[in-house]
């Protein structure tokens, strides 16, 4: 069964950069049929798409995030990871993790959230 | 690119059907047959319940059932129950591999 787990800082420094992890079990971000990526839900808001990662390395972002966004894999440790620089309060939100289907662009499988706070 | 619009809510008796719409443009949901639809339980993980327009993924009742007519997408509760109290979100491809998603329509079953 497809699990993926996020981690890291529930907190953030404005400025700073957010830093999380999605562990996935059950499956390899190996796999040629997926992406994996990350969308956030600002409190009260709805779903906002960050980006995506193929295993062949190829990276798509949100335009409107693009100039702070990182996504990276780890094959080794079936992991895969965010970054986002130079973050202010309007990055406060819950972050997920997912998987995507690459043809036919729906999300099958999704993390719990993590919430991340950006406050000094 | 702009989000994808949704009605906050909607609601329905028990045993009744109701409709939940997701507007976009000719970019996104008009240009493509990859409309999505999510449903949220307070605290949860997103879960899968239509893709491609009009497909469940194995697991989910019947009674769910998803369209589309020009720029808009439409998600059917058929026989509410009342675990079908969540939100809904709606997604669409909108082409360069980005995905764009709807504010979220809270259903309540009455």
């Known amino acids: 069964q497809l699990q993926l787990q996020e981690s890291g800082p529930g907190l953030v420094k404005p400025s700073e950069t957010l830093s999380l992890t999605c562990t996935v079990s059950?499956?390899?971000?190996?796999?040629?049929?997926?992406?994996w990526g990350w969308i956030r839900q600002p409190p009260g808001k709805g779903m906002e798409w960050i980006g995506s990662?193929?295993?062949?390395?190829?990276?798509y972002y949100s335009p409107s995030l693009q100039s702070r966004v990182t996504i990276s894999m780890d094959t080794s440790s079936n992991q895969f990871s965010l970054k986002l620089n130079s973050v202010t309060a309007a990055d406060t939100a819950i972050y997920y993790c997912?998987?995507?289907?690459?043809?036919?662009?729906?999300?099958?499988?999704w993390g719990q959230g993590t919430l991340v706070i950006v406050s000094s | 690119q702009s989000a994808l619009t949704q009605s906050p809510s909607a609601s329905g008796s028990p045993g009744q059907s109701v409709t939940i719409s997701c507007t976009g443009t000719?970019?996104?949901?008009?240009?493509?047959?990859?409309v999505s639809w999510y449903q949220q339980h307070p605290g949860k993980a997103p879960k899968l319940m239509i893709f491609?327009?009009?497909k469940r993924p194995s697991g989910v009742p019947d009674r769910f059932s998803g369209s589309k007519s020009g720029n808009t997408a439409s998600l059917t509760v058929s026989g509410l129950q009342a675990e079908d109290e969540a939100v809904y979100f709606c997604?669409?491809?909108?082409?360069?591999?980005?995905?764009?998603f709807g504010g979220g329509t809270k259903l309540t079953v009455l």
């Open positions: 997912a998987r995507r289907k690459y043809y036919g662009d729906y999300l099958d499988s």
């Open positions: 059950g499956d390899s971000i190996s796999s040629l049929s997926y992406l």
């Open positions: 990662m193929s295993y062949s390395g190829n990276t």
């Open positions: 000719s970019s996104d949901v008009g240009g493509y047959n990859y």
């Open positions: 491609e327009v009009s």
């Open positions: 997604s669409s491809y909108a082409g360069s591999n980005i995905l764009l």
